[in-house]
């Protein structure tokens, strides 16, 4: 059964600052999304990775997968408020299914 | 705009009292979803329809069921909500295999 682990699960952190949030999966994929949610609202799509070595860019944010590692990352440079929310990977499985991983909450402070 | 909708955002009803989400999309994408999301929790995946085929994850209680009459539709019926089933109901659809592109969620209170 597909497993994704993220990590950490909750990160609060200053603004201006880098960090790095970790997705691990625990069977093969080449299918991984990243996914922004604001408090009571739903998801919406940041990145898709479809390959790997994959990396893509939009503003303060950037994604990479690392298939044989089963790992993606997303940074983020430079943190502002704007960026407080809860962040999801979800990975593809053969089944035309996603899991989602925990989810990262993380906070912005000013 | 393309887009997925549903309706309504806010659904109240009392126990065990039967209740239809409703789900529609102008992508013309192929598979529809329905995640049930809890507080703090991530998107727990009911089931799909890769187009007319159903497909039931195995530990959705059966008092969850769903309907597709076309394309553009997908209904999530809850035959008697319990007070564990209050969540944020989930709409997605997909063109096969890629990108999933999610509604604005239902939000189910059970009093």
């Known amino acids: 059964e597909l497993k994704v682990e993220q990590n950490p699960l909750f990160l609060s952190m200053q603004e201006g600052k880098n960090y790095t949030i970790y997705c691990n999966y625990s069977t093969t994929s080449d299918r991984l999304y990243w996914y922004r949610q604001d408090p009571g609202k739903s998801l919406e799509s940041l990145f898709v990775l479809l390959s790997n070595g994959a990396v893509k860019q939009e503003g303060r944010l950037m994604a990479s997968l690392d298939t044989k590692a089963r790992l993606s990352t997303l940074h983020i440079t430079a943190a502002v408020h704007d960026l407080s929310a809860t962040y999801f990977c979800a990975v593809g499985t053969g089944t035309y299914k996603y899991i989602f991983g925990t989810g990262t909450r993380l906070k912005v402070l000013a | 705009d393309a887009m997925v909708i549903q309706n309504p955002r806010y659904q109240v009803t009392q126990f065990g009292k039967p209740v239809t989400l409703s789900c529609s999309q102008t992508l013309n994408h192929n598979v529809m979803y329905w995640y049930q999301q809890k507080s703090s929790q991530a998107p727990k995946l009911l089931f799909h329809y890769y187009d007319k085929d159903f497909n039931n994850e195995a530990d959705t209680p059966d008092n969850f069921q769903s309907r597709r009459p076309n394309t553009s539709f997908c209904f999530l019926d809850i035959r008697s909500p319990g007070l564990g089933d209050a969540a944020m109901y989930l709409c997605?659809?997909?063109?096969?295999?890629?990108?999933?592109?999610f509604g604005p969620g239902t939000r189910l209170t059970v009093l």
């Open positions: 997605a659809t997909s063109r096969d295999f890629n990108e999933q592109f």
